[in-house]
């Protein structure tokens, strides 16, 4: 229902958690009419929502955990596409415990705080077929 009600566009194209916890989180996508490109493969910017999931469920997961008022915000990102992203492509990010970090010196410090999150695009195969670097930027409210 949040993707439904906070991502609409997500929500349409396909995109699905499949899971989150402490460390990771995974989110799936189908290539469909919906979704594709004219050549045949989905789009980069599916490809990007979904990637970005993965980075933000796991963001905001972390800040609910906290008990602290903490904006987040994504600063920068890049992409990489080394392979037509066709059938059912898995992105994952596994990388918990340096948005725990950052959380932790933003509240001990008062000051914003980066950290650059990865999700890869992975099709049915096991074959890579994007891989995405998110910049998200913490700070706690006052």
């Known amino acids: 229902m949040f993707l439904l009600f906070k991502l609409p566009a997500a929500y349409f194209c ?6 989150l916890d402490d460390t990771s989180c995974k989110v799936s996508v189908k290539h469909r009419w919906i979704n594709q490109n004219p050549f045949n493969s989905m789009f980069w910017a599916v490809q990007g929502m979904a990637a970005e999931l993965t ?5 905001m997961s972390k800040i609910k955990a906290s ?4 904006s987040m915000l ?17 992105f994952a990010c596994d990388q918990g415990a340096k948005v725990d970090e950052a ?8 000051e914003g705080q980066t950290v650059v999150l ?4 992975i099709n049915k195969e096991g074959v890579q077929v994007s891989d995405f670097n998110f910049e998200w930027t913490l700070k706690v409210k006052s």
């Open 103 to 110: 959380i932790k010196n933003a509240i001990a410090t008062g």
């Open 14 to 19: 396909g995109v699905r958690t499949t899971a």
């Open 118 to 121: 990865n999700s890869k695009g």
């Open 55 to 59: 980075t933000g469920a796991l963001v």
């Open 74 to 90: 994504v600063a920068n990102n890049n992409a990489s596409f080394t392979k037509k992203a066709t059938g059912r492509i898995t």
């Open 67 to 70: 008990g602290q008022n903490i």
